[in-house]
C-alpha cells in the first residue's frame, strides 16, 4: 500500500458502522498531517462540531499526553506502521473524570484480551507500551456553561515497532498479538466500540467501568511515584476514575490532570 492509495482503508463500512447512531458523522484518511488531534481542535474553535474520524497515514507533529511527541514509522511498502485517529463528538457527561479511561477500556477489549492500562491513558503488552490515548475538550456556545463540550480523543496504537530510539518505555506492536494485522484492519475493529463507549460514558459515567478497568489494572499493587514526588503503591481507581495511591500520609485520590505516574523499579523499601 502506498501513501495515497487511501481506497485501502474501509472508510465506507466504518461509516457504515456508525452514522446510524451518530447522525451527521464523516470518515476522512489524509496521508498526512502535522496532528489529527490539532486538526479537529482547529475546526472546532473555527465553529466546525461535526462529528469527524480523522486518519492519518502520517503525523509529523503527533504528540500524547503531557505534550510528549508520538513516534510513528511506515512499513516496507510505504504504508503507516502506527494507526493514528482522532474522533470528535459533542458530549454531555455528569462528570468528565474517567472518560480517558473509559477510552483506554474500550481500545483494549476491541484489540486483544491481554492488553492492560496504565492509568490514565496507555495500553501495554507485558510491561511495553503499545497504545496511547489523548483527550481535548473544547467549551462552545458562548454564554453557555453547562457540561457540553466538542471532545478529541486521539488514538495512537504501535502496529509495527515505531522507529524512534531511546523512547522512555520500551514499545510493543500490535503484529506480537495479531500477526497480519495493519493500521486499515485495525480501525474498523476499534472504531464503532469506541463511539458507542463514550456515548455510554455520557449516559452512565465511569462507575459501571470500574470493575472491568481493574481486571486490565496495569499498576494494581505496584509501587509508584507521582510527579511531586510522593511514592506509594496503587490501589486502584474509584468510581470516578481517579487513581487511589496508599502512601505514608494514607490513601491519596489523584486525578489525571495533576500528575504523571511512574512504576518504582525496584519497589520502595519501606512499609505503607
Known amino acids: 500500500m502506498t501513501l495515497r492509495d487511501m481506497t485501502a482503508w474501509p472508510s465506507e463500512a466504518v461509516w457504515q458502522a456508525i452514522e446510524p447512531g451518530l447522525p451527521g458523522f464523516t470518515v476522512e484518511v489524509v496521508p498526512e498531517i502535522d496532528s489529527t488531534n490539532a486538526e479537529l481542535m482547529r475546526r472546532a ?121 531511546n523512547l522512555s518505555t520500551e514499545p510493543a506492536a500490535l503484529t506480537e498479538l495479531l500477526p497480519g494485522i495493519t493500521a486499515a484492519l485495525a480501525l474498523p475493529r476499534v472504531a464503532a466500540p469506541l463511539v458507542l463507549a463514550m456515548q455510554r460514558f455520557e449516559q452512565e459515567g465511569f462507575a459501571p467501568l470500574q470493575r472491568a478497568f481493574h481486571a486490565r489494572d496495569a499498576l494494581a499493587q505496584v509501587a509508584v511515584t507521582l510527579s511531586d514526588g510522593t511514592q506509594g503503591v496503587a490501589q486502584g481507581v474509584d468510581a470516578s476514575g481517579a487513581l487511589l495511591v496508599k502512601t505514608h500520609a494514607g490513601v491519596q485520590r489523584v486525578t489525571s490532570a495533576e500528575i504523571s505516574v511512574r512504576a518504582l523499579h525496584p519497589p520502595i523499601d519501606h512499609p505503607i
Open 45 to 165: 474553535r473555527a465553529g466546525n462540531l461535526a462529528p469527524t474520524l480523522l486518519v492519518a497515514e502520517h503525523q509529523h507533529a503527533g504528540r500524547g499526553r503531557l505534550g510528549r511527541p508520538w513516534h510513528d514509522g511506515r512499513d516496507a511498502a510505504g504504508g503507516p506502521g502506527c494507526l493514528m485517529f482522532s474522533l470528535g463528538l459533542t458530549l454531555a457527561p455528569g462528570a468528565w473524570s474517567g472518560l480517558s479511561l473509559a477510552v483506554g477500556l474500550s481500545l483494549a477489549q476491541s484489540l486483544h484480551d491481554d492488553l492492560a492500562l496504565k492509568w490514565p491513558n496507555d495500553l501495554y503488552w507485558r510491561d511495553r507500551k503499545l497504545a496511547g490515548v489523548l483527550v481535548e475538550t473544547l467549551n462552545w456556545g458562548g454564554q453557555y456553561t453547562g457540561p457540553q463540550r466538542y471532545v478529541v480523543v486521539g488514538v495512537g496504537v504501535n502496529i509495527l515497532y515505531p522507529p524512534a530510539d
